[in-house]
T-cell receptor, first 113, second 117 residues
Framework: LAKTTQPISMDSYEGQEVNITCSHN???????ITWYQQFPSQGPRFIIQGYKTKVTNEVASLFIPADRKSSTLSLPRVSLSDTAVYYC??????????????FGSGTRLQVQP | GAVVSQHPSRVICKSGTSVKIECRSL??????MFWYRQFPKQSLMLMAT?????????EQGVEKDKFLINHASLTLSTLTVTSAHPEDSSFYIC?????????????FGSGTQLSVL
């Protein structure tokens, strides 16, 4: 099972760059890495997805080293509205071949003014 | 992007009643949907995988007779909490999966806050 490990919480200030690292030592060869953001009392929202090296979109960048055993979500110049919980997920293929995506503990990011 | 609509957003019910939560994929077809529950300040816990046209697959420890899942069409899955009790109070979230090759992406509903009195 491809479990993930993230820091429980992080603090930052407005305007700073925030990097959240996720460990996934048992990632399977074909698995992608996906990051989600969740605000209180809302469903998670897709942020970014990648397989290797670097991926960038309008809200974040995702850095994945060659061994793919970890990934880093980078949020440039955070604002107060980025205060949320961030989850990284990888595919979780069981012996039966059934895929089931499981959530780790997530990282609670608190952005201060 | 794809939209998943979940209703109701909040429900309060008396102990012993049943509550149905709907999850719809609005602009795509989803053969697979997932149901999660989340307690305050905790992560999402997968309850079951809902497959269109077949029985749902429940995670260990989740009572299938308690949490009835129906996925009768490619755009609708429902979760019915039967004979709800206060310990069933939680935030329930559905998601629909779009999968291609080995890649997949989940789109989530906005969640349902269930409070059982």
């Amino acid at each position: 099972l491809a479990k993930t490990t993230q820091p429980i919480s992080m603090d930052s200030y407005e305007g700073q760059e925030v990097n959240i690292t996720c460990s996934h030592n048992n990632i399977a060869t074909n698995d992608y890495i996906t990051w989600y953001q969740q605000f209180p009392s809302q469903g998670p929202r897709f942020i970014i997805q990648g397989y290797k090296t670097k991926v960038t979109n309008e809200v974040a960048s995702l850095f994945i080293p060659a061994d793919r055993k970890s990934s880093t979500l980078s949020l440039p110049r955070v604002s107060l509205s980025d205060t949320a919980v961030y989850y990284c997920l990888v595919g979780d293929r069981e012996d039966t071949g059934r895929r089931a995506l499981t959530f780790g503990s997530g990282t609670r990011l608190q952005v201060q003014p | 992007g794809a939209v998943v609509s979940q209703h109701p957003s909040r429900v309060i019910c008396k102990s012993g009643t049943s509550v149905k939560i709907e999850c719809r994929s609005l602009d795509f077809q989803a053969t697979t949907m997932f149901w999660y529950r989340q307690f305050p300040k905790q992560s999402l816990m997968l309850m079951a995988t809902s497959n269109e046209g077949s029985k749902a697959t429940y995670e260990q420890g989740v009572e299938k007779d308690k949490f009835l899942i129906n996925h009768a069409s490619l755009t609708l899955s429902t979760l019915t909490v039967t004979s709800a009790h206060p310990e069933d109070s939680s935030f329930y979230i559905c998601s629909a999966r779009i999968e291609w090759a080995s890649n997949e992406k989940l789109f989530f509903g906005s969640g349902t806050q269930l409070s059982v009195l």
